[in-house]
C-alpha cells in the first residue's frame, strides 16, 4: 500500500510542476485598461492556487483507474479504509488558510483596487436595449452614439487614453437585463431597467477594434433574438483626437422638426434596433427605408398601403396586421402607454421622411 501512495505523490508533483509552468507561462490578451491588469493578477493567483488541488485529484483518479481496474473476470471486495484524523486535520488547516487568505487576497485587495478613486475625468452613460447599445456623453453636450445589432450604420465609441472613464449603465425601461462586457478591461455588469450600475477604469492604451477585437462593448446576458450581435466597437484615442470628435455636435440631425423629433424618438426607444432605416434586410422587423406609400403584402394574404393610419395602427397594436414573413408578439404592445400623441405624429413624420 505504502508503495501506491508514493507512486501517487510522484504523479502528483510532475503534474502540478508542468501545470503551474503553463500557468505562469500563459500570456494574457492586451490589457487596455487597469482593471484588466487587477484581475489578470487575480485569476491567475487563483488558478496557480487551484493547480495542486485538480492535479491531486487527476493524480489519484488516474492512478486508481489504471493500477486497480478489473482484471479478468474475479472481483473481490478491496480493503477496508477507515477514516484518518490526522489527514482531515491538516487538509481542512490548509485549505481553509488558503480560502481565508483568498478572501483577503485578491478578494478584498482587488476590490479596493477596482473600486473608483476620486472624481472621474470622462462619464459615459450606456443603455442597452433588445438590441441595441446607446452611449451619451453628457459633459459633451450628449453627444451620442446608438449602434442596434445588425445595423450597417456602425461607429465606434471613443475613449481618451490615460483618462479615467466613468461607465454608468442602464437597461431601457420595460426592456430585460442586458450585461455590458468589455473583454479587453476584463470588465462585466448587469445593464439593469431603473437601475444605474457603474465602474471606473483608467484607458492605458491607444487601440481601436479593428487593430483588437476584444475592445468592443459585447452583452453578456442572453436578452433575445439578435443578443449575439449586440456590439459595439471600441476606440480608444489620444485626448486631442477626442476632442475634436466628441466636440462636433450633439445627436446627429437635431433638428427640430417632426421628423428630426422622430428621429430621437425613434433611437431612444430603440426602435431602430428591430427596423432597419438604411435599407438593409435581417432584422427582426420590417424595414422603414421607402415603406411609406408602399403597398404590403399581409400573413392572411390581403395587402394593405403603408399610409398613416397603418403606421398608427402598426405602433399602437404590432400584430393587427402583420407583414408577411414577419413574427407576431415580437414587437412590445405597450407603445400606447410610452409616446403621446404628438410624439406618434413625429415618429410617424420620420417613417415618412425616409421615402421622400
Ligand atoms: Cu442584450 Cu444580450
Redesign the pocket.
Known amino acids: 500500500m505504502q508503495k501506491h501512495y508514493v507512486n501517487v505523490g510522484i504523479v502528483w508533483f510532475v503534474l502540478t510542476f508542468i501545470g503551474e509552468l503553463l500557468v505562469l507561462g500563459y500570456v494574457f490578451p492586451p490589457q487596455l485598461a487597469d482593471s484588466a491588469e487587477v484581475i489578470d493578477e487575480a485569476f491567475q493567483l487563483l488558478v496557480l492556487l487551484g493547480m495542486p488541488i485538480f492535479t491531486l485529484v487527476v493524480a489519484v483518479m488516474g492512478y486508481s483507474l489504471l493500477k486497480f481496474r478489473a482484471k479478468g473476470d474475479t472481483l473481490e471486495a478491496g480493503e477496508t479504509i477507515h477514516g484518518n484524523n490526522t489527514f482531515s486535520l491538516i487538509w481542512l488547516l490548509i485549505t481553509g488558510t488558503l480560502c481565508i487568505i483568498v478572501i483577503v487576497h485578491p478578494g478584498l485587495t482587488g476590490l479596493a483596487a477596482l473600486a473608483a478613486d476620486g472624481e472621474p475625468d470622462l462619464v459615459v452613460q450606456v443603455v ?4 441595441a447599445w446607446r452611449v451619451t456623453y453628457p459633459q459633451y453636450g450628449d453627444k451620442s452614439i446608438f449602434r442596434a445589432a445588425n445595423n450597417s450604420t456602425e461607429e465606434a465609441m471613443l475613449l481618451p487614453v490615460d483618462q479615467q472613464v466613468r461607465f454608468e449603465i442602464t437597461s431601457l425601461d420595460n426592456d ?4 455590458l462586457w468589455i473583454p479587453a478591461f476584463r470588465i462585466k455588469l448587469d ?1 439593469v431597467p431603473g437601475t444605474i450600475t457603474s465602474f471606473d477604469v483608467t484607458t492605458l492604451e491607444t487601440d481601436s477594434y479593428e487593430e483588437n477585437p476584444m475592445l468592443r462593448i459585447q ?6 433574438l ?3 450581435d ?1 456590439m459595439l466597437p471600441i476606440k480608444i484615442v489620444t485626448q486631442a483626437e477626442f476632442d475634436a470628435w466628441a466636440g462636433s455636435g450633439g445627436p446627429a440631425d437635431a433638428a427640430d422638426t417632426p421628423a428630426g423629433r422622430g428621429k430621437q424618438l425613434a433611437e431612444a426607444n430603440a426602435c431602430i434596433a428591430c427596423h432597419s432605416v438604411d435599407g438593409s434586410t435581417g432584422l427582426p422587423g420590417p424595414g422603414w427605408l421607402g415603406v411609406y406609400g408602399s403597398e404590403e403584402m399581409l400573413d392572411d394574404g390581403t395587402t394593405v398601403v403603408v399610409d398613416e393610419n397603418y403606421i398608427r395602427e402598426s405602433i399602437l397594436d404590432p400584430n393587427a396586421k402583420l407583414v408577411e414573413g414577419f413574427l407576431p408578439n415580437l414587437m412590445p404592445q405597450t407603445f400606447g402607454d410610452t409616446f403621446s400623441e404628438e410624439q406618434l405624429n413625429d415618429l410617424i413624420a420620420y417613417i415618412e421622411s425616409l421615402s421622400e
Do not use: D, I, N, Y
Open positions: 442597452g436595449s433588445q438590441w430585460v437585463l442586458h450585461s445593464a452583452c453578456a446576458e442572453l436578452c433575445g439578435s443578443h449575439t449586440m
